[in-house]
């Protein structure tokens, strides 16, 4: 254990990275992924089982936290570690992305954000400042800086405005920071799809030295490859010995693409949401078990697996449970896509260390498509 934050890189296998982040918390093992436990929970699951699955961190949210339980009130409890019974690394966002896909009534101004909660109409005012004080009352590891992520398609003004409102507040979020050995303020790059004004953006952060970067504005709809391009024009601007996480990604496809452009963290609400929704990710590709084929399947997802909801539970159950609605469905099939996504982050933590994560890569998409027999 240390009483510090750091990264090292223990191998390299082109642009992938396989890594380790220290914390006073614990260590995360990267590439990593990160399961959304937006209001302290991830959902359908035990936050142990969490962990059994091979999770180092998971997500919170400063934006639903604030609103409810608030802030104060989760400091006075502990920190949502305590509340959460959750002693490992957390990153909370700064609540600027929630707060423009979530909340009515929201303006931005130089000084900050105002919006009217989504919850019970409240209106409130959030600055930079404000946004690092809620993480640390949470008592964040991770704290993202408050930023404008603008939705695409947007003109290259609007880009650029937004842009540097984040660089601006960037510096502010760092001074409201302050030196905080154990833990970690990341900045986040912007600049849409337009591949200079990210550079500018990556290059700005850099200049601040700050001891981890998010690339932001991305995995709101955009087509992959566009994400892919700007992946390949950010990471570069970035420095090498500090991680890098990839905002909202992804699908596992989405996950190896990006590993390949240097990303070390991700974080998704594919793999639970999908869950609640009936969606199994398995190594041969996905299965809907709404579809009425899986009625008398008596096969389980995976017999290989070691996970018992993807060994133990024929499809034909499966299907019954979600097709009934019952809660155990969607703990079953969570359960099964957590499992599957930290799978998958191990098995691409072990390639890039034999130096052959593109082979893996490939033998990866191969078995997705090769179907289910
Ligand atoms: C799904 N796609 C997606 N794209 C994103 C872009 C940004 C962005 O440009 N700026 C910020 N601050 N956050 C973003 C998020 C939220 C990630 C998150 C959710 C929950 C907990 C902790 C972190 C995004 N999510």
């Known amino acids: 254990m240390t009483d510090a934050f750091s990264f090292h890189l223990l191998a390299r296998d082109g642009e992938a990275r396989r890594g380790e982040i220290s914390t006073p918390r614990g260590t995360i093992r990267t590439p990593a992924f990160m399961p959304v436990g937006t209001g302290g929970t991830v959902k359908a699951m035990y936050l142990d089982q969490v962990r059994a699955l091979g999770s180092d961190i998971i997500l919170g949210n400063t934006y639903h936290l604030m609103l409810r339980p608030g802030a104060e009130r989760v400091a006075r409890l502990g920190g949502l570690h305590e509340f959460a019974r959750w002693p490992y690394p957390i990153l909370t966002d700064s609540g600027g992305f929630q707060v423009m896909s979530l909340s009515a009534l929201r303006k931005i101004t130089e000084k900050g954000v105002t919006f009217r909660s989504h919850v019970d109409g409240q209106v409130f005012d959030m600055s930079p400042e404000r946004s690092i004080e809620i993480q640390g009352l949470l008592d964040s590891d991770i704290q993202m800086q408050l930023d404008e992520c603008v939705a695409l398609p947007a003109d290259e003004k609007e880009i650029a405005r937004a842009m540097e409102l984040s660089l601006r507040w960037a510096e502010r979020c760092k001074t409201a920071f302050g030196d905080q050995p154990g833990k970690a303020m990341f900045g986040i790059v ?184």
Not at 201 to 209: C, F, G, N, V
Not at 249 to 257: A, C, H, K, S
Not at 288 to 297: F, G, I, P, W
Request: proline residues 5%; aromatic residues 6%; charged residues 30%.
């Open 190 to 373: 912007q600049g849409g799809d337009d591949l200079k004004l990210r550079e500018s953006s990556a290059s700005a952060l850099a200049a601040m030295d700050l001891k981890g970067y998010a690339v932001g504005g991305l995995a709101v709809g955009e087509p992959q490859e566009v994400m892919l391009e700007v992946l390949a024009a950010t990471c570069p601007a970035l420095p090498s010995d500090k991680p890098r996480y990839l905002m909202g990604v992804g699908t596992p496809d989405d996950i190896l693409r990006s590993v390949e452009r240097g990303v070390d963290m991700f974080d998704c609400v594919m793999p639970t949401r999908a869950g609640r929704h009936g969606l199994a990710f398995t190594r041969r590709g996905k299965i809907n078990l709404k579809n009425a084929r899986h009625a008398e399947d008596p096969r389980p997802l995976d017999e290989e697996s070691d996970c018992p909801a993807t060994r133990d539970y024929s499809r034909a159950y499966l299907h019954h449970l979600v097709k009934s609605g019952e809660a155990l469905g969607g703990m079953l099939l969570t359960w099964n896509n957590l499992a599957y996504y930290q799978g998958l982050m191990a098995d691409i933590r072990t390639a890039i260390e034999a130096g052959r994560f593109a082979e893996r890569a490939g033998e990866i998409r191969e078995e997705w498509v090769r179907g289910d027999m």
